[in-house]
């Protein structure tokens, strides 16, 4: 293992590379999109799991935040307003547009940032913390990355998880879209990969090295409990979420896809 820096930094080279292939696929509809009143990029499943916390009026930091058009649904859900912070300023670029077209700049403030170096003025501002799917694969240590959003929730506050199932981890796609386990649930070290992140327009192109990282499940949950945060809601999902094995949601004999959790802070 290198140190934690190596890794971070690889990757945000890697999501500024691909960040044109994304626009290229999908900013137009996405600025169009947002103009309509009832946008909601959310699947119903996230939905329903934010429809279990009180979301009005509240203060929602969304971490590895992309382009920003998940927080930009909390907040037409009812949210008071938002920061979404990302290490690839090519994709806070992106979603500046989107939040522009939108008509929410006063109340959604973006800012490029590694996860592990936030601003000291973020601590203790949120209601709710939320990642959604795909960012906890990309840390190369959990818990500094729990303790991070620890620190940005308020007392009482909510941190919202969408991620991967760990156990999807395990498969990889072969060239004729066919997916099997390809690797231990009890992975150790990184993925390397050099095949490029382009998840929507599934192009593959030889690209700088990125570097993602398996947590299992127990990972997951002891980094939220021994912090004292508690675990008030786990949902395992059965269809893609992510893009990623898209093949695996037709089969009937199938792993877990995805997980939705709530973690309640201590009041
Ligand atoms: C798979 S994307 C998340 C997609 C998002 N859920 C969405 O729907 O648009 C992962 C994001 O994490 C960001 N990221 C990865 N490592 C990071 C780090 N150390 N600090 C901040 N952002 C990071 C990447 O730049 C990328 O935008």
């Known amino acids: 293992m290198q140190d934690r820096k190596f890794y971070t930094d690889a990757n945000r080279t890697s999501w500024d590379e691909v960040a044109p292939r994304h626009r290229a696929s999908n ?7 947002v103009t309509k009143p009832g946008y909601n990029a959310l699947v119903p499943e996230l939905i329903e799991t934010f429809n279990l916390i009180d979301i009005k009026g509240k203060n929602v930091a969304q971490v590895c935040c992309n382009n920003a058009k998940d927080l930009l649904s909390v907040i037409k859900m009812g949210a008071r307003s938002g920061v979404g912070i990302d290490a690839s300023a090519a994709f806070i670029d992106q979603g500046n547009e989107i ?3 939108a008509g929410h700049q006063d ?7 590694d996860v592990y170096d936030l601003p000291k ?3 203790g501002q949120f209601d709710i913390v939320m990642t959604t799917v795909g960012v906890m694969s990309w840390m190369p240590d959990l818990s500094a990355f729990f303790k991070v959003i620890n620190s940005l929730l308020k007392p009482g506050g909510y941190y919202l998880v969408e991620e991967m199932h760990p156990v999807l981890l395990m498969y990889e796609q072969d060239e004729n879209g066919v997916s099997r386990p390809l690797y231990s649930y009890f992975k150790e070290g990184p993925w390397k990969d050099t095949n490029g992140l382009d998840y929507f ?24 409990i021994n912090l004292g945060l508690s675990l008030k809601h786990i949902r395992e999902i059965d269809h893609d979420i992510s893009n990623f094995c898209m093949d695996l949601q037709h089969q009937e004999i199938k ?5 939705n959790l709530i973690f309640e802070k201590s009041a």
Do not use: C
Request: charged share 25%; net charge negative.
């Open 121 to 123: 003025e973020l601590e």
């Open 201 to 224: 327009g599934h192009s593959e192109y030889e690209s700088k090295p990125s570097y993602s990282f398996q947590h299992k499940m127990d990972d997951i949950l002891m980094a939220g």
């Open 107 to 113: 109340d959604i403030e973006l800012i490029v940032s």
């Open 255 to 259: 792993p877990p896809l995805g997980i």
């Open 99 to 101: 939040i522009e077209a």
């Open 27 to 33: 900013q137009e509809n996405l600025l169009e999109g």
